[in-house]
């Protein structure tokens, strides 16, 4: 089936610095890539739908600003969490679409980037 | 939004059969069903999907009501490793975005 990864899986920083995550499509090429985040006991939320060549489009109450999106091939996205806090610690999963058994497609999920902000 | 009602949690004894039900009254026509579950701090893995057919698969299978307003999937042979949160979704195919719910968490007992 098909596989996505993320880099880096787990992720330390400092309030106020800069963190890029990483989403590659391994074995397919993904126009479209989203993004969710996850806090503790809670669901997916999904943040934003990133486009290959075009900007990403965000959910509502999601800051575009803060939540850098660069689609920058077919294999790859990438999430820029800016000026971190606290509050933005959380695990950040992003997913691609593929064809499941070679009928209508489905999402395929990364693995997660567990991200702490101290 | 999510268009999906799952209970909280279920738990289902080791061998047996998991039913794990989900409500989608609102669900359009070109809406299919999707069943994911996620295992802890993992990212949500896919198990099943379909539109008003029954499916079924090495994982899983999925029963949809003919009035396609609610869906159970049935793992028939629950194993301790199947303990995870099991999300179902309602989507139109072809890339847009899935919207989670709360999901079930399924606990295997001995």
């Known amino acids: 089936g098909a596989v996505v990864s993320q880099h880096p899986s787990r992720v330390i920083c400092k309030s106020g610095t800069s963190v890029k995550i990483e989403c590659r499509s391994l074995?397919?090429?993904?126009?479209?890539m989203f993004w969710y985040r996850q806090f503790p006991k809670q669901s997916l939320m999904l943040m934003a739908t990133?486009?290959?060549?075009?900007?990403?489009?965000?959910e509502q109450g999601v800051e575009k600003d803060k939540f850098l999106i660069n689609h920058a091939s077919l294999t790859l996205s990438t999430l820029t969490v800016t000026s971190a806090h606290p509050e933005d610690s959380s695990f950040y999963i992003c997913?691609?679409?593929?064809?499941?058994?070679?009928?209508?497609?489905?999402?395929?999920f990364g693995p997660g980037t567990r991200l702490t902000v101290l | 939004d999510a268009k999906t009602t799952q209970p909280t949690s279920m738990d289902c004894a080791e061998g047996r059969a998991a039913n794990l039900p989900c409500n989608h009254s609102?669900?359009?026509?070109?809406?299919?069903v999707y069943w994911y579950r996620q295992i802890h701090s993992q990212g949500p893995q896919y198990i099943i999907h379909?539109?008003?057919n029954n499916e079924t698969n090495e994982m899983a299978s999925l029963i949809i009501t003919e009035d396609r307003k609610s869906s159970t999937l049935i793992l028939p042979h629950a194993t301790l490793r199947d303990t995870a949160v099991y999300y179902c979704?309602?989507?139109?195919?072809?890339?847009?975005?899935?919207?989670f719910g709360t999901g079930t968490s399924l606990t295997v007992i001995p």
């Open positions: 074995d397919f090429q993904a126009t479209t």
């Open positions: 609102t669900i359009s026509g070109n809406e299919y």
């Open positions: 379909g539109l008003k």
């Open positions: 997913s691609a679409p593929g064809l499941a058994g070679g009928r209508t497609d489905t999402q395929y």
């Open positions: 979704i309602v989507r139109v195919a072809a890339g847009n975005q899935f919207y």
């Open positions: 990133s486009n290959e060549g075009s900007k990403a489009t965000y």
